[in-house]
């Protein structure tokens, strides 16, 4: 089963990431336009010093022997400062690639936190909601119930589909499986009439009638017991929404004797083609 945090926590948390991520991004841009500025400005002041030192190389050797040390002091400085603006372009260019780094790893976490804002849920859960006509004699322990004499019983309740995500849930179909098949006979507000229904658009169909899936499914019900529905009137169950088979009855055949019943269901939609096991099972024990 999926679980999900409240939806307005949720949208709050995600709101102030998506805001810290967008300050960290335009301070990152910040930086790292400041140092690409300065690698210009370092780069600038070398190529001045280069021509600068190329300068006194040349008035060195004009000027041959003349003021030849106090030319070497000075050569001998200017490569110091050459020397000094090469491992500043260095160092700026080394910070430079460290925001740009920072700022691209920025960037794909501010791109999974919105991929993870807009990823739908997908949640679907069924159970029965019902209740028994029994005599007095009859005693009920949980979900299990003993029959302790001849009296017929009958099941009436709802089988409730919840769609307790954040995405549409669509097509859903029932599957109620009674074991063993000849326990008795489940009824409810399914039409049955295929001819009828196509006479009537879906537009005048109740909104709680159910339809079977197959054409054969009285076949299949006598075979294995289940009874595969749909609704004649919806097809999709929208986020925090819920679709009910309801008032329906399972009257107990009068035959069985010393036997086990099951009733149990499971939910089907396009999103969970497998299908899922509602969240209770009725047991009868005859």
Not at 32 to 59: G, T
Not at 114 to 137: A, D, M, R
Not at 160 to 171: E, P, R, S
Request: hydrophobic share 35%.
């Amino acid at each position: 089963m999926i679980v999900s945090r409240n939806k307005f926590e949720d949208g709050s948390l995600n709101k102030n990431n998506s805001l810290q991520m967008q300050q960290k991004l335009i301070h990152y841009r910040s930086e790292l336009a400041s140092f690409q500025n300065k690698i210009k400005q370092a780069e600038l002041n070398l190529e001045k010093e280069k021509i600068r030192n190329q300068y006194l190389q040349e008035k060195l050797f004009e000027a041959q022997n003349t003021n030849l040390e106090s030319y070497e002091k000075e050569i001998s400085s200017l490569k110091m400062k050459l020397l000094a603006s090469e491992v500043a372009l260095e160092e700026e260019k080394k910070r430079a690639k460290a925001i740009q780094e920072k700022y691209i790893l920025s960037s794909q976490i501010e791109k999974q936190e919105v991929k993870k804002e807009i990823e739908p849920l997908l949640g679907l859960q069924s159970y029965f909601n019902y209740s028994f006509l029994y005599t007095p004699q009859e005693e009920i322990v949980d979900e299990l119930i003993e029959i302790v004499d001849d009296h017929n019983i009958t099941i009436i309740g709802d089988m409730v589909l919840d769609n307790y995500g954040t995405a549409d849930l669509h097509q859903p179909i029932i599957c109620i499986k009674i074991t063993p098949t000849n326990a008795g006979h489940l009824s409810g507000k399914i039409a049955t009439n295929r001819l009828q229904l196509d006479d009537v658009s879906n537009a005048n169909l109740p909104q709680d009638e159910w339809k079977f899936v197959h054409d054969d499914w009285k076949e299949r019900i006598k075979k294995s017991g289940e009874y595969w529905i749909k609704p004649s009137n919806s097809s999709i169950i929208q986020p925090k929404q819920k679709l009910t088979f309801s008032n329906f009855e399972f009257t107990l055949s009068s035959q069985m004797k010393h036997t086990s019943i099951l009733i149990e269901a499971f939910s089907y939609c396009r999103e969970f083609p497998n299908g899922i096991p509602a969240l209770n099972k009725i047991i009868i024990n005859v």
